[in-house]
């Protein structure tokens, strides 16, 4: 089994920054990637950012150039930095891990950009 366990949710004025950490733990050997997925009210959980076992990332198109995600030497541990918060950026944050072909989420992090 794996465990993922976020942090780093808030509030923060539009414009701000916030950093998320999501670390894994448990039978984590085979992660292939761990990335950061969001879902505002009433939308679907969609993808933000993604880091593979190699390092390669993807991000979606509203927030490249904003926030980068980042990961630990021992790869257990990956960070979304978020800056130039934006009032759509308002969301649920979940990391989500892909062990072994199996894929596990934490339970959630609320992010709220407003003045």
């Known amino acids: 089994q794996v465990r993922l366990v976020e942090s780093g949710g808030g509030l923060v004025q539009p414009g701000g920054s916030l950093r998320l950490s999501c670390n894994a733990s448990?039978?984590?050997?085979?992660?292939?990637?761990m990335g950061w997925f969001r879902q505002a009210p009433g939308k679907q959980r969609g993808l933000v950012a993604y880091?593979?076992?190699?390092?390669?990332?993807n991000y979606v198109d509203s927030v490249k150039g904003r926030f980068t995600i980042s990961r630990d030497n021992g790869k257990s541990t990956v960070y979304l930095q978020m800056n130039s918060l934006k009032p759509e950026d308002t969301a649920v944050y979940y990391c989500?891990?892909?062990?072994?072909?199996?894929?596990?989420w934490g339970q959630g992090t609320q992010v709220t950009v407003s003045s």
């Open positions: 989500q891990a892909v062990v072994t072909y199996r894929t596990y």
């Open positions: 880091i593979l076992s190699g390092g390669s990332t």
């Open positions: 448990g039978s984590i050997s085979g992660i292939s990637g």
